[in-house]
């Protein structure tokens, strides 16, 4: 097997996204929490008028997703505390002999586990991505 990272210009299937949860990242005012869930939800409802995207978000937020996105955005409910899906979810990667699409689940640490960080429940989200691929 020859497993390899497509370039990020490359065809796929999906987008995925994380919702905001609330903490450190999303802001420490209701102003800055309205104005993440705003541009996160404005990114998600303009990718998913060109390809499909889906969103994992914690089961305590789906409310709160649903009202916000776009009925083509398909949400995953798992447990978030982190929501940036580049760092946190699975690295995709095609074999190119076969042509199977693999997954990398990284150790994901919260950026170098600082004290501010909670990441605990993003840890298990390239697994979660990759187990519903």
Not at 23 to 31: I, K, P, S, V, Y
Not at 97 to 118: C, H, M, R, S, Y
């Amino acid at each position: 097997m020859a497993w390899r990272m497509p370039a990020e210009t490359a065809p796929h299937d999906r987008i995925w996204m994380t919702f905001p949860a609330e903490g450190e990242t999303l802001g420490d005012t209701d102003a800055l929490r309205a104005e993440g869930y705003a541009a996160w939800t404005a990114v998600a409802a303009a990718v998913a008028r060109f390809e499909p995207v889906t969103m994992v978000v914690d089961p305590a937020e789906v409310t709160r997703a649903r009202r916000m996105l776009p009925g083509e955005v398909d949400l995953l409910e798992a447990p978030v505390d982190e929501f940036w899906m580049r760092d946190s979810g699975p690295t995709f990667v095609v074999d190119d002999e076969t042509g199977a699409l693999g997954a990398v689940d990284w150790i994901f640490n919260g950026w170098g586990a600082p004290a501010w960080a909670q990441w605990q429940k993003s840890a298990a989200h390239a697994r979660i991505v990759a187990d519903f691929c």
